[in-house]
């Protein structure tokens, strides 16, 4: 929202400035219906909460539009001779949150330091054992004769990304039957367990699984890249905002008074009951 307003802003006072007409604050006057001041800040906010298919619209126009808008809704408010409870009750509302939300930013912009955010990429992986990752290459086959045909061939010397092309009916034959670099959990239980058992340049005996009869030859085995903390950024920022917002909230709530209606006060379905905000 503030990058928004932030383009809003410096885009109607681009408008203002032009003209030579104003001042450029957000108390700014822009207009007055039957007395009542609009102001630029009023203009810049209202333009900033625009939908999104407004938003590239040339200055000018957005500026008169979002202007008229404002000067239409005064006109139908000032007729309005009594303030509805909703209303009022949606002001107060709207209040609350955006002022929970002015204290959000504030802690946004403290709590992701480059020191913070350092200190908890270092946290994350202290204790974090290596995990391990295998690059193979499979032949698929229907039948166990079958695997133990393709291995009698490899061992007479055959190439087996060849091999794989010409026999494989998995989706990796075309390709040689490279599976590419993969880690724990993502290859079903049996082909798993029959590459963790083999060294780099083996090729396994028949491996059955739901989806046939498998030849393993496997290529190589690393500890997974640890992901840099530019990747991990956007995680950590949030964490590291929650984390923050949690410890706010639980030092205003220990210091606060605080009431809470008792089980049975009040129906739940209460919360449904729009005719009580009619006057």
Do not use: C
Request: glycine share 6%; hydrophobic share 40%.
């Amino acid at each position: 929202m503030r990058k928004h307003m932030k383009f809003a802003a410096s885009t109607a006072l681009a408008v203002v400035m032009a003209t030579g007409a104003f001042a450029q604050d957000a108390d700014t006057v822009i207009a007055t219906v039957n007395g009542t001041d609009i102001t630029l800040g009023e203009l810049i906010i209202t333009r900033a909460q625009l939908p999104e298919q407004y938003q590239d619209l040339p200055a000018e126009t957005l500026f008169t539009g979002v202007l008229d808008q404002m000067i239409q809704q005064q006109l139908l408010s000032d007729t309005l001779e009594v303030e509805p409870t909703r209303v009022q009750t949606a002001l107060d509302l709207q209040r609350r949150s955006l002022r929970a939300g002015e204290v959000i930013n504030d802690l946004t912009e403290t709590a992701a330091s480059d020191d913070a955010l350092q200190a908890a990429y270092d946290a994350r992986f202290a204790d974090a054992e290596p995990t391990v990752e295998y690059n193979a290459a499979h032949i698929l086959v229907e039948t166990e004769e079958e695997a133990l045909a393709v291995i009698e061939t490899l061992d007479g010397g055959a190439d087996f990304a060849e091999t794989a092309r010409e026999s494989s009916t998995g989706p990796s034959g075309p390709s040689g039957g490279d599976l590419g670099w993969f880690g724990a959990g993502m290859m079903v239980g049996e082909f798993e367990t029959a590459v963790k058992d083999m060294e780099p340049g083996d090729i396994s005996a028949p491996v059955q699984t739901q989806f046939g009869w498998h030849v393993i030859k496997l290529n190589e085995v690393r500890d997974q890249p640890r992901p840099t903390l530019e990747q991990l950024r956007p995680e950590l920022e949030n964490q590291l905002l929650q984390e923050t917002v949690t410890g706010k909230l639980a030092e205003l709530t220990e210091a606060a008074e605080i009431t809470r209606p008792a089980a049975g006060d009040f129906d739940p379905e209460i919360i449904n009951n729009l005719d009580l905000l009619e006057d």
